[in-house]
C-alpha cells in the first residue's frame, strides 16, 4: 500500500504517513512534569484562597494568572499541542476559537456591565422606605 | 501552449485535458479524524465560553438569597480538582501503555481513570444535592441558574466521557489494541483533558473568585 502510493505521490504521502505515526502521545516525563505543574498551579491559588493572605484584589488577580499559565501548561503537556501538530491546522483553530472567546466574554461583560449600571435606576434606600 | 494544442489535436484520446483527477489520492483510513475531533473541542470550547459570559454577567445576582460564600465549601472543590487531575494523569498513563501496545496496563490504566471520575461526579453530586436541600436550587436566582447550567453541563460532560470510557473499554478488551481502537482512545484522550481545562475555568471564576466576591 505505501509502496504503491510512493512512487504516485511521492511528496505528500510519506510525509503524512510519517506525520501520522509520530503522533506525539508524549513521554512519562512530560507527563509527569505537566501534572507537577498543575499540581502547583493549582495548591497555590487555593491556599491564597483559603487562607485571605493577601488583599482580595491582589488575590483574584493572582488566582487568574495562575489559571492561565495551567490552561497552557494543561495545553502542552497533556493536549500536546504544538504548531506543527495537522500541518498547524489545530493551532488556527485554537487561535480562531482563542479570538472567539475573547470577544464573547469580554463583549458580554463590558455591555452587560454598562446596561447595568446604565439602566437600573439607583436604589435610594432612604426614598423607598419614605 | 501551442506544442500541447498541436499534440491535443492529433492524438485526442490520450492526451485529453482532465479537470478530476484519475485517481483519488489516498487517504489514511481516520488520518482526519483528529482533526476533526479538535475542531469539535474547539466547538465545545465555544459551548462552555457562552456559559461562562452567562455565569460573568449574572454570577453577582443573588436575588437576595445565598451567595457563593454561604454556599461553597473549598476543600470539597479542591478534593474534586484533585480526583480530575489524577484522572488525567492516570489516562496519560493508559496511552503510555498503549504506544507499547501493552494492553492489560492500557485496561488497568483505563479503569482507573474511570474510578476517579466516578469519584469526581459522586462528590459533585453530592454538592449539587447539599445545595439542592439547603433550598440554593436552581430556581432560587440567576446567580445559582448560571451556576448549576455551567457546572451541570461540564459534570454531564464528564458523564459522557466516562460512558465512552467503558465503551472503549469492552472494545479494546474484545478487538484488541487495533488502529481503530487507538484512534478511539486518543479522541478520548483529548475529550478528557480538555475536560480538565474546562474545570481549570470553573474552579477559579466560580469557586474561588467566587469567594473573593
Not at chain 2, 113 to 131: D, K, N, V
Not at chain 2, 181 to 189: A, G, I, Q
Not at chain 2, 200 to 210: A, D
Request: proline fraction near 3%.
Amino acid at each position: 500500500m505505501s509502496a504503491a502510493n510512493s512512487d504516485h505521490s511521492p511528496d505528500s504521502h510519506d510525509v503524512d504517513h510519517l506525520g501520522h505515526e509520530a503522533h506525539n502521545h508524549g513521554s512519562f516525563k512530560s507527563y509527569m512534569i505537566g501534572f507537577v505543574l498543575s499540581v502547583i498551579l493549582t495548591a497555590i491559588p487555593f491556599a491564597l484562597v483559603m487562607t485571605g493572605v493577601l488583599p482580595t484584589q491582589a488575590t483574584a488577580l493572582i488566582v487568574m494568572g495562575f489559571a492561565v499559565v495551567q490552561i497552557v501548561v494543561h495545553m502542552i503537556y497533556f493536549l500536546h499541542m504544538n504548531s506543527k501538530s495537522e500541518g498547524g491546522w489545530t493551532m488556527l483553530a485554537l487561535i480562531f476559537t482563542i479570538i472567539v472567546v475573547v470577544i464573547a466574554l469580554s463583549g458580554s461583560l463590558w455591555v452587560m456591565y454598562h446596561l447595568n449600571t446604565n439602566m437600573m435606576p439607583t436604589h435610594d434606600m432612604t426614598q423607598m422606605v419614605g | 501552449m501551442s506544442a500541447t494544442a498541436v499534440k491535443t489535436a492529433s492524438n485526442p484520446l490520450d492526451d485529453k485535458t482532465v479537470f478530476y483527477l484519475e485517481e483519488e489520492p489516498h487517504h489514511e483510513e481516520g488520518a482526519s479524524t483528529m482533526l476533526g475531533f479538535w475542531l469539535y473541542l474547539m466547538s465545545d470550547c465555544l459551548i462552555f465560553a457562552m456559559l461562562f459570559a452567562v455565569f460573568g454577567v449574572l454570577g453577582g445576582n443573588y436575588a437576595a438569597g445565598p451567595g457563593p460564600k454561604e454556599l461553597f465549601d473549598l476543600e470539597l472543590v479542591a478534593l474534586n480538582t484533585a480526583m480530575l487531575l489524577f484522572s488525567s494523569i492516570t489516562y496519560g498513563f493508559a496511552m503510555l501503555a498503549m504506544d507499547r501496545n501493552n494492553q492489560r496496563q492500557t485496561l488497568a490504566w483505563l479503569a482507573i481513570t474511570g474510578l476517579f471520575g466516578l469519584a469526581f461526579l459522586g462528590i459533585e453530586l453530592y454538592e449539587f444535592g447539599h445545595l439542592i436541600h439547603e433550598g440554593a436550587t436552581p430556581q432560587r436566582s440567576a446567580f445559582l441558574s448560571s451556576f448549576f447550567t455551567l457546572v451541570g453541563t461540564h459534570g454531564l460532560h464528564v458523564t459522557f466521557g466516562i460512558i465512552w470510557l467503558v465503551t472503549l473499554m469492552v472494545q479494546v478488551s474484545m478487538k484488541g489494541l487495533i488502529p481503530a481502537n487507538k484512534r478511539r482512545l486518543m479522541c478520548l484522550s483529548m475529550f478528557w483533558h480538555f475536560l480538565d481545562v474546562i474545570w481549570i475555568g470553573v474552579f477559579t471564576f466560580v469557586y474561588l473568585l467566587g469567594m473573593l466576591r
